[in-house]
């Protein structure tokens, strides 16, 4: 009887190699593509405070305007001044 069987076997055995060699590349590919958006996103996460403290802009997010002392006191009243004007 192993005679009759032996073509499905052989045919079974290819099968299932060619789906695990294919599941093993996709499997890779998935992981370097994980490893690429996490390593992005982790680098986001971190830069987005430290841009915080660089950036000079107001809360409303205009480049042009920021915020300067009229006073030499730093607790007195600040006022929002064009940039370049005194």
């Known amino acids: 009887m192993k ?5 499905f076997v052989v045919l079974w055995r290819l099968l299932t ?3 695990e ?3 093993r590349i996709l499997t890779g590919i998935f992981g370097i593509m994980f490893l690429v958006f996490g390593a992005i996103l982790a680098a986001t996460v971190v830069a987005a405070p430290v841009n915080c403290l660089f950036d000079h802009r107001n809360l409303a997010g205009d480049p ?7 006073e030499t006191p730093s607790h007195r ?5 064009l940039r370049g004007s005194v």
């Open 3 to 7: 005679w009759l069987t032996w073509p």
């Open 21 to 23: 060699l294919i599941g």
């Open 64 to 70: 042009q305007y920021f915020l300067i002392d009229t």
């Open 17 to 19: 190699a060619i789906l």
């Open 77 to 81: 009243k600040k006022s929002l001044r």
